[in-house]
T-cell receptor, first 115, second 114 residues
């Protein structure tokens, strides 16, 4: 059963506009969330994270919002640039689960930023 | 530069053959992981290791084997028992042994079974 879901497999956005990528999770034990960016034939690279004690974390053009009651997080990219075109994976983990060493990944959303 | 090196980047294998994918890291990380990526399925955990000489099965360990004889190295063997081995394989590492912090990924190895 997929515990982290990214229901939009793809998203196209005009350069300069906002990109919003969404992620839902089902496990209420998750308390740490991450976004990874992946270019074709390369490994994912860490982009931004958020702990469940926060509802927003910002890093330059990237902001992640967390809505714990809805079990939903989103990644906002403003302004979007052509170099942002990639697959974005949402991931979640529970830091309270001792000994666990796993991130649960979503299926990814392919973002295309049109120049 | 510190990082994770996977080799080979591309590999072709005949059915019935075992193949070993290499993963080396010089980040001094304790934990290492192998993931498999298939289209539309995200990343699925094959095996992970928190410490030398110890490793645990992930969600899809059947048909795979690993070893962790050195901290820097975590090779993955795709055996002939793996029914659908064609995929993109990603190795990752993490600094601590607990479930915190982000994973650092290698560039991946694409295995194609002919």
């Amino acid at each position: 059963d997929q515990q982290v879901k990214q229901n939009s497999p793809s998203l196209s956005v005009q350069e300069g506009r906002i990109s919003i990528l969404n992620c839902d999770y089902t496990n209420s034990m998750f308390d740490y969330f991450l976004w990874y960016k992946k270019y074709p034939a390369e490994g994912p690279t860490f982009l931004i994270s958020i702990s469940s004690i926060k509802d927003k974390n910002e890093d330059g053009r990237f902001t992640v919002f967390l809505n714990k009651s809805a079990k939903h997080l989103s990644l906002h990219i403003v302004p979007s640039q052509p170099g942002d075109s990639a697959v974005y994976f949402c991931a979640a983990s529970s830091r309270r689960k001792t000994g666990a060493n796993n991130l649960f990944f979503g299926t990814g959303t392919r973002l295309t930023v049109i120049p | 530069d510190g990082g994770i090196t996977q080799s080979p980047k591309y590999l072709f294998r005949k059915e019935g053959q075992n193949v070993t994918l290499s993963c080396e890291q010089n980040l001094n990380h304790d934990a290492m992981y192998w993931y498999r990526q298939d289209p539309g399925q995200g990343l699925r955990l094959i095996y992970y290791s928190q410490i030398v000489n110890d490793f645990q099965k992930g969600d899809i360990a059947e048909g795979y084997s690993v070893s962790r004889e050195k901290k820097e190295s975590f090779p993955l063997t795709v055996t002939s028992a793996q029914k659908n081995p064609t995929a993109f394989y990603l190795c990752a590492s993490r600094a601590g042994r607990t479930n915190t912090g982000e994973l650092f990924f290698g560039e991946g190895s694409r295995l194609t079974v002919l």
